[in-house]
């Protein structure tokens, strides 16, 4: 069964680094998300993907991340100049339209030091 | 701005018993209705969803429902097993076209055998 695959599944980095969560979506699938969880807290939207370009972003997704669709199978997610508070469980999902179920993977759990 | 209920935050049930979550949605254009089931350690995962336009979902074990009116849906578990036991999270999609769900906080369900 396809799937969304993540890496790493776990990355430390130090306070002020910079970091990228890599993401492979489902082939077939146009669009993409991240979201995040903070530990014991529900998921949040940070920002979907389309068609090369933002098509919506949160709060949360402020001018330290971005977004990027490399090549043709990887999406990732950079976090400029990481904060203690960016510490979480990063999901990425994928859905073949806009309209129909979002798959996640199985996350990256980043924690900043 | 929008925001999804979720309850019970936790929930105990005797294997074989029936189960049930329940969330409100406040923005009224919602019109998508997922519901997944994260196991420790792993990424959200899919397991029922319902659009505005159906009152009643069913899926085995599993059946969801909707009243818009009201802006409740609810999940229901029946003849729940142990491996039912994880943590559900009901969300709601707006009509933006690109799928950003917004999550509940989650239902810790354990299901004693």
């Known amino acids: 069964e396809p799937e969304v695959t993540q890496t790493p599944s776990h990355q430390v980095t130090q306070m002020g680094q910079e970091v990228i969560l890599r993401c492979v979506p489902i082939?077939?699938?146009?669009?993409f998300y991240w979201y995040r969880q903070i530990l014991g807290q529900k998921v949040e939207f940070l920002v979907s993907f389309y068609n090369n370009e933002i098509s919506e972003k949160s709060e949360i997704f402020d001018d330290q991340f971005s977004v990027e669709r490399p090549d043709g199978s990887n999406f990732t997610l950079k976090i400029r100049s990481t904060k203690l508070e960016d510490s979480a469980m990063y999901f990425c999902a994928s859905s073949q339209d806009g309209n129909t179920e979002a798959f996640f993977g199985q996350g990256t759990r980043l924690t900043v030091v | 701005g929008e925001n999804v209920e979720q309850h019970p935050s936790t929930l105990s049930v005797q294997e074989g018993d029936s189960a049930v979550i329940k969330c409100t949605y406040s923005d009224s254009a919602s019109n998508y209705f997922p519901w997944y089931k994260q196991e420790l350690g792993k990424g959200p995962q899919l397991i029922i969803d319902i659009r505005s336009n159906v009152g009643e979902k069913k899926d085995q074990r599993i059946a969801v429902t909707l009243n818009k009116t009201a802006k409740h849906f609810s999940l229901h578990i029946t003849e729940t097993q142990p491996e039912d036991s994880a943590v559900y999270f009901c969300a709601a999609s707006g009509n933006s076209g690109y799928n950003k769900l917004i999550f509940g906080a989650g239902t810790r369900l354990a299901v004693h055998p």
């Open positions: 082939s077939n699938h146009l669009y």
